[in-house]
């Protein structure tokens, strides 16, 4: 006969969202999250309740780990037993609860992340503070719910006499919620409860001067008053921790870095590994060895310097770069009213003290009605006691046990519990149970009685029955907070030496933008071998730096990098360079100006603009500091049709010297133009005619008058003069002749520049002809000169550019000074 079957036509959407949406309800209620009562997780809950049932506390010798995990899976938690044990081992980890509910023997894990040793080999007990977690739970103080198969019942909560929730803090994942809540210090944690049952309208002001934050298991220092504040009254906020560090001197001019704690939650084999990482790597200067000391006096971690190291650079450098310092997140997500809620500090006080009125109602409810029995039985056996020979005499007649007792009922008028009382009294008893000793417990019940029935009737009885537990746990397991609270989040200032060998390199940057670091000692092997170039290109700049110095490199478009020289590619002297495009993001036009070496940028220098159209500007130099050097910045708001033709470094007191194309030059101070903004346009330097155009902008030191210039126009001409031969004027003016006005084939100016007596200029024509000249071989001519002739325009064609022979520079330093070699 063929079986039936009955499948259903339902939509796979449909399914599931709805097989899903169990799953998830399963996870978040009965896994992930912890409860607001207790702070423990079901699984949690089940262990130390398995423990406590089968008498395995702190004051018993230690049972096998994997008999208590046998009977958690038994009893009440069907999972897998390695995720029984994995919970039941974080509870003993001292690195992870601030007070540990489980006591263990054995490997029980390490700091380390190492795993703990297999349950048939380790021992467990409950902690003495795990059994004020589940005292009273036996006077009917919580509900209780069938197990996962019916045959035995589990507690929904603990009584919880401590509350763990914001002692031990919980981390979990479940779907859609996380949870994340620091551990914290008991004693300040019971002050706090006390606080708000005391005065309700407690502000969170109010608790932050109690709770001064999160104190983890692994001390550390945490930062942030503000974040912390957020944290407490939101549930999310974050904080920074940082592990606890030294600097101790040793022999020799060296030093050394002493980490004796690390942020909670931190690796310490990983950390140790990540610091020598960075010294092997060496993206970081000055570490000479690291070395894990921990044993079993504490946690010990020595970075070893190298002489004259900077030791709070490195130490900065680690906090930036390592796990020594984490950002902790709060996330106070727990189970409040059968549902996951966000809790501020506030509720989760409140919730705790809720669950405890609760706990200590039920309790005083069941230890009344103990006490009201009680004095029911004691009330029967005082009044046997008079009539005690009437009694005897009535059990000794009676033919069995509920004989008598009908028979002592019927003839004293005792009730039910006090016959049963009076005929299960042993022999023995008749010799003490006299009228005194039962009347003293008659008035001790009576007072108890009177006591319960005040406790249940008068709140602030009951509340200050909560105090006197709490404050009873706080004298019995309080410890000093071990995490450090600071205000400020303290900013790490890096120095470029920290991060960077110091060492003296070559640096050449050529016209068409090809860069390259090379070392001293492949360019003092080959500098008098010519630089490796395209054809086409020449040297534009040639410099010694340090790899911790910076170059400020400014192009066409009006943009600008300030790019470590340490990130430039280290490339022999006879090889060609790396083309700057290759290193930073450039427009297709786009082309390198001018690149200035930079060690410091000091806050009273200043750079100097010069555009194609005729503007000038001036900013203070440091705010061309940046640490972003994949992408040029904006150096000065260029309009469409212009571009950037020069820029200079200056201390605020030089004069200012513009040419046009036309044959004029207009000589100024630099005080006539303001420091403006990084971004701003600047304003006119000269005013020029149509069709005119800068050619170039100097500066000179003011004192440095007769400064020379060096001029080379279209027709082959070139002429040396000195500044003097002008007059100083204003910004914005015309300026003055500086070549003799022709009215047929007149001479246009295509290079300007200014020179000392070792200068050699290279000229370039339209032919592709290069000649190189010495200006000091040229008469110093006046302004209405037009110079000397040095190219047959007839023959090698007009000059089209010049540029001066590139001279080995040094870094912009604190003399205020380019100084040239």
Not at 247 to 259: G, S, V
Not at 483 to 495: A, D, F, P
Request: glycine content about 6%.
């Amino acid at each position: 006969m063929a079986v039936e079957e009955n499948y259903l036509d339902l939509p796979l959407e449909e399914v599931m969202g709805d097989r899903f949406g169990r799953y998830s309800k399963y996870i978040i209620q009965d896994r992930a999250l912890p409860d607001a009562r207790d702070g423990l997780k079901p699984v949690q809950r089940r262990i130390l309740y398995a423990m406590h049932e089968e008498r395995n506390t702190h004051d018993k010798p230690f049972r096998k780990s994997a008999k208590t995990v046998g009977t958690v899976i038994g009893n009440y938690h069907p999972h897998g037993d390695s995720s029984v044990y994995e919970a039941m081992v974080r509870l003993s980890q001292r690195w992870k609860l601030r007070n540990v509910l489980v006591e263990m023997h054995g490997n029980n894990g390490s700091v380390d992340g190492d795993p703990p040793a297999a349950m048939r080999y380790t021992e467990a007990r409950l902690s003495a503070l795990a059994d004020e977690m589940i005292r009273d739970i036996e006077k009917e103080t919580v509900d209780y719910i069938p197990n996962f198969d019916d045959t035995i019942e589990e507690p929904v909560v603990l009584p919880a006499k401590i509350p763990n929730l914001l002692v031990n803090g919980s981390t979990g994942i479940s779907a859609g919620y996380a949870t994340e809540i620091p551990p914290h210090n008991l004693a300040e944690v019971i002050d706090a409860i006390i606080k708000k049952i005391d005065k309700p309208t407690t502000t969170m002001d109010e608790l932050l001067t109690i709770i001064k934050g999160p104190d983890f298991p692994t001390g550390g220092t945490l930062q942030g008053y503000e974040g912390l504040k957020k944290a407490y009254e939101t549930g999310k906020g974050r904080v920074v921790v940082r592990g606890k560090a030294t600097i101790e001197p040793l022999k020799a001019n060296r030093e050394q870095i002493l980490i004796d704690e690390i942020p909670y939650e931190v690796n310490k084999a990983t950390l140790v590994k990540r610091i020598d990482e960075l010294r092997m790597d060496r993206k970081v200067e000055g570490i000479a060895e690291v070395r894990d000391e921990t044993d079993r006096t504490g946690l010990r971690i020595v970075v070893e310097l190298k002489k004259d190291a900077d030791s709070l650079g490195v130490l900065h450098y680690l906090y930036k770069n390592t796990d020594l310092q984490i950002t902790y997140h709060f996330n106070m997500v727990a189970i409040k009213d059968k549902t996951p809620q966000l809790l501020s500090l506030t509720d989760m006080i409140e919730a705790y003290i809720a669950h405890q009125k609760d706990v200590v109602v039920r309790q005083t409810h069941y230890d009344l009605q103990k006490a009201n029995r009680r004095a029911h039985v004691v009330e029967g056996l005082i009044k046997a006691v008079s009539v005690l020979d009437e009694l005897i005499q009535t059990i000794r007649a009676s033919e069995d046990k509920k004989d008598a007792k009908n028979r002592i009922i019927a003839q004293f008028g005792f009730t039910e519990e006090q016959a049963e009382a009076i005929v299960t009294l042993q022999l023995y008893r008749l010799t003490n149970t006299d009228i005194t000793a039962l009347e003293k417990e008659a008035e001790e019940l009576e007072q108890a009685i009177a006591r319960y029935q005040e406790i249940l009737s008068n709140e602030n009885k009951l509340l200050s029955v909560i105090k006197k537990d709490l404050r009873s746990m706080k004298k019995k397991y309080a410890t000093d907070r071990w995490t450090r609270i600071e205000e400020k989040v303290e900013e790490l200032q890096i120095n470029v030496e920290v991060t960077v060998a110091s060492e003296d390199v070559i640096v050449s940057v050529t016209d068409n933008g090809y860069v390259k670091r090379t070392s001293t000692r492949s360019y003092g092997a080959s500098k008098d071998e010519d630089l490796t170039m395209k054809e086409d290109d020449y040297l534009l700049r040639l410099m010694e730096v340090n790899t911790t110095d910076y170059l400020l490199i400014f192009t066409s478009n009006g943009r600008f990098v300030p790019f470590p020289v340490h990130q430039l590619p280290d490339i022999k002297w006879k090889e060609l360079g790396q083309h700057f495009s290759n290193l930073v993001s450039l427009e297709d036009d786009e082309t390198i100006v001018e690149v200035i070496p930079i060690r410091e940028f000091h806050q009273d220098h200043y750079l100097v603009f010069f555009t194609q159209n005729g503007m000038v500007k001036k900013s203070k130099l440091d705010l061309y500091q940046s640490q972003r050097y994949t992408r040029p910045l904006i150096a000065l708001n260029l309009k469409e049709d212009d571009q950037l033709v020069n820029v200079h470094v200056t201390d605020g007191h030089t004069d200012v010297f513009v040419v046009s194309n036309k044959g004029y030059g207009l000589w100024f101070h630099e005080s006539e133009v303001s420091p403006i903004g990084q971004r701003a346009t600047g304003v006119k330097a000269m005013q020029l005619k149509q069709d005119e155009h800068i050619i170039n902008g100097v500066v000179f030191d003011e004192q440095a008058n007769p400064s020379q210039l060096f001029v080379a126009t279209q027709r082959g001409a070139c002429k040396r003069m000195t500044l003097n031969r002008f007059e100083k004027s204003s910004r914005a003016k015309k300026g003055q002749a500086l070549l003799r006005e022709l009215k047929k084939h007149p001479h246009y100016i295509v290079g300007f520049d200014q020179m000392n007596d070792h200068d050699r200029f290279i000229l370039k024509t339209n032919e592709g002809t290069e000649r190189e000249i010495s200006p000091m071989d040229l008469p110093n001519s006046d302004r209405h000169s037009n110079g000397s002739f040095v190219i047959d325009t007839d023959i090698d064609g007009y000059i089209t550019s010049i540029w001066k022979k590139a001279a080995l520079n040094k870094p912009f330093t604190e003399d205020h000074s380019n100084v040239e070699e």
